[in-house]
């Protein structure tokens, strides 16, 4: 019988297969940061072990970081202390770091592809979860704990049982105007928080081939608010192309032999999945979510739910719960709400792509009066390509706030937050409550959508745009 | 880690499902550098609220964890296991747990048991209506047990039997050295690498 692509790379990386055993797996990428790092190297320093791989172990920082002053010392003393003990760690034990400053700094997600180091085949872990943006590239991406963070710098492998394979294949083509965010979030709403839960995810079909490496990045950072530990897919010419070149990729006969191997690297016809899941890509539209958990989302232009017409009494008491915190009425139009903060970043929706998607929006009109849009770019080098295609000013102009790359807003771990109360469409991933600030107000939304809600002050979708003026409400 | 066998203690039934870890402990808890010292992070946000369960005078002491289903979801944060440990819960029991969740606590010998919802149920009922009802987590005879209530639970054999001996996991991989030496000579030479050599 055929094999799955997970189950392709899964078996090539087996160092110890034992009955009763958890498998002992190789790890080709070991990505840090600041927050998941600082008792993982304590716990190597206390046993007296070195960090084994450091060749295939690379550090960068990002969840602490200011998007502003970078180059003042850092305002937040928990903060500093946290960047700190990572620049000391790395110094100590030899991993490289790319720190605040330094052209390959930002979000660790961004940072692994576009250094060219994330590649079709290999497996890459990190203390985060949304390591599962890797799997982009075909690769088994999936976040681990600090113990895990500890056992892999300590031995390059992990101990695991492996997770059963679930396809999500997507027919047809995405409509003008639908995103690989919007794509995303409707998977969620339709399998669940849970949905995904003990599966390796595999997105597949005619619509996810037509996606752009930066859009299947989205789509499989998400896998994660699916419950699955990775998402992939299979790696294509699109891939190949996207890693030519990049800093770290295979050069001359390398390479060869890595296209090789990478063109192997898909699903058999007659592989079994233990699930599958198929949408019509034609079907979607622009998607939100109105409450406080990703699967929590509907078709921007729906109402938001009514709590009871859940048939499960705990979906039921956690759409009351989400529609109390997030200060929203059932069968209320999503479009009539209100935003005072638009977030543009993170490592679901913070590449260059997005940035230009969102720029193209806004270009000569104004964000909305009260509204305020923070600009964030994923890394460093996405920010300088954003500059040197003049997406800064166009941000600037629309008056909007241009910043430093990091996780900023998305979690709200450095000064960019949401105060208690306020509203944010937000390009990020996670509306959990208090997420990006406490008694912050997340709905979770695309580059373009979030640039529409900013022109217009509330949820809505660029088509929004060309019958104005809006009135309110609409 | 310490040995996991079987405990006993008062319970604290959290009728919510969907607990993320970012409502078990908030981000900004996860700037500090030890493993300890989060108890008081634990439920943060809720525990303003002088209604919430875990303020209940009552619960005081209680170490064992009735969760409503999928707890645990969301970030990969082990910070999310420290706080449980450190406020004093040896045991968590749901219906279903986020795979990340499940690894970190088994790892840190925080017992995570997955019962059926109904039994799940049964517990936060008898907990709920008499504080003092105590639950025990047998991993041995792998069981719960609590008044007029008793249910088996799985859990895989290699977790239970590092979890009963308190095994360190990497002590153990480092046993497999020669295995992993022989993998390592036989990776292509177009594997990516950080440092260039
Ligand atoms: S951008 Fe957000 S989701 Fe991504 S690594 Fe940073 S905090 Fe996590």
């Known amino acids: 019988m055929g094999r799955t692509l997970a189950e392709k790379v899964w078996d090539d990386h087996v160092v110890r297969r034992a009955d009763g055993e958890p498998d002992l797996l190789f790890i080709d990428l070991h990505l840090l940061h600041e927050v998941t790092s600082p008792q993982a190297f304590d716990g190597l320093r206390q046993a007296g072990r070195p960090v084994r791989r450091l060749d295939l172990t690379i550090a960068t920082e990002d969840h602490n970081t200011p998007t502003l002053d970078i180059d003042k010392p850092i305002a937040d003393p928990v903060s500093r202390v946290q960047l700190e003990t990572l620049r000391k760690n790395a110094a100590e034990f030899g991993v490289r770091l790319h720190s605040l400053g330094d052209v390959e700094q930002g979000v660790v997600h961004v940072v692994g592809p576009q250094l060219g180091l994330t590649q079709p085949g290999t497996t890459v872990v990190c203390g985060d979860s949304h390591t599962s943006t890797h799997g982009a590239f075909g690769a088994l991406a999936f976040g681990i704990g600090t113990s895990q963070v500890e056992h892999v710098l300590a031995t390059q492998t992990l101990p695991l049982a492996r997770p059963k394979t679930m396809a999500i294949t997507v027919d047809g083509e995405l409509p003008d105007g639908v995103s690989a965010k919007d794509l995303i979030l409707a998977i969620i709403a339709k399998i669940g928080t849970g949905g995904g839960q003990g599966y390796i995810l595999e997105y597949r079909g005619p619509a996810i081939e037509k996606l752009s490496m930066e859009a299947r990045m989205t789509i499989c950072n998400m896998s994660i608010e699916a419950g699955a530990r990775a998402g992939m897919i299979a790696p294509d010419e699109t891939a190949f192309a996207y890693l030519k070149g990049r800093a770290h990729a295979p050069e001359g006969e390398d390479w060869d032999a890595a296209v090789e191997y990478w063109k192997t690297l898909k699903s058999d016809d007659d592989a079994e999945f233990d699930a599958e899941v198929v949408i019509d890509a034609a079907s979607l539209s622009p998607f939100v979510t109105w409450g406080t958990n990703p699967g929590q989302g509907a078709p921007l232009s729906a109402n938001v739910p009514d709590p009871a017409s859940y048939e499960d009494a705990s979906e039921r008491h956690a759409a009351e719960k989400a529609l109390e915190y997030m200060g929203l009425t059932a069968g209320q139009p999503l479009r009539d709400i209100k935003v005072d903060t638009v977030f543009v970043g993170s490592c679901t929706n913070g590449r260059i792509e997005d940035l230009r998607a969102a720029a193209e929006i806004v270009e000569g009109r104004k964000v909305a009066d009260g509204v305020r849009m923070l600009v964030v770019p994923g890394s460093a080098r996405v920010g300088l390509q954003a500059v040197s295609e003049g997406l800064d000013v166009v941000f600037k102009e629309a008056g909007a706030e241009w910043r430093h790359a990091g996780c900023s807003m998305c979690l709200g771990m450095n000064p960019d937050q949401l105060a208690p109360g306020e509203r944010s469409a937000s390009t990020s991933n996670r509306n959990f409550e208090g997420r990006q600030g406490k008694g912050g107000r997340t709905h979770l939304v695309s580059p373009q959508v979030a640039a529409a809600s900013a022109v217009l002050g509330h949820l809505a979708s660029p088509a929004d745009l060309s019958d104005a003026p809006v009135p309110a409400g609409v | ?197």
């Not at chain 2, 634990?42 to 619960?59: T, V």
């Not at chain 2, 030496?181 to 440092?195: C, G, Q, V």
């Open chain 2, 1 to 197: 880690m310490e040995a996991f066998t079987t405990h006993t203690g008062r319970a604290v039934p959290l009728r919510r499902s969907n607990v993320d870890t970012d409502q078990i402990i908030p981000a900004h808890w996860l700037k500090k550098v030890t493993r300890d010292g989060f108890e008081d992070g634990l439920f943060e946000a809720w525990r303003k609220d002088a209604s919430f369960i875990l303020n209940q005078p009552e619960r005081k002491g209680a170490t064992v964890l009735v969760a409503g289903p999928d707890f645990g979801t969301g970030s990969s944060r082990e910070h999310a296991v420290w706080a449980l440990q450190n406020y004093g819960f040896k045991a968590v029991v749901s219906s279903r747990f986020a795979d990340i969740f499940r690894g970190n606590s088994l790892k840190n010998g925080l017992l995570t048991v997955v019962l059926e919802q109904k039994i799940v149920d049964a517990l936060q009922e008898l907990t709920e209506n008499d504080p003092e009802a105590e639950i025990t987590v047998d991993l041995q005879a792998r069981e719960v047990r609590a008044e007029g209530i008793t249910a088996a639970f799985e859990l895989d054999e290699n977790a239970r039997w590092r979890l009963l001996n308190g095994l360190d996991d990497i002590s153990i991989t480092l046993q497999n050295e020669g295995d992993i030496a022989a993998y390592e000579a036989k990776r292509p030479s177009h594997k990516p690498k950080t440092l260039q050599v």
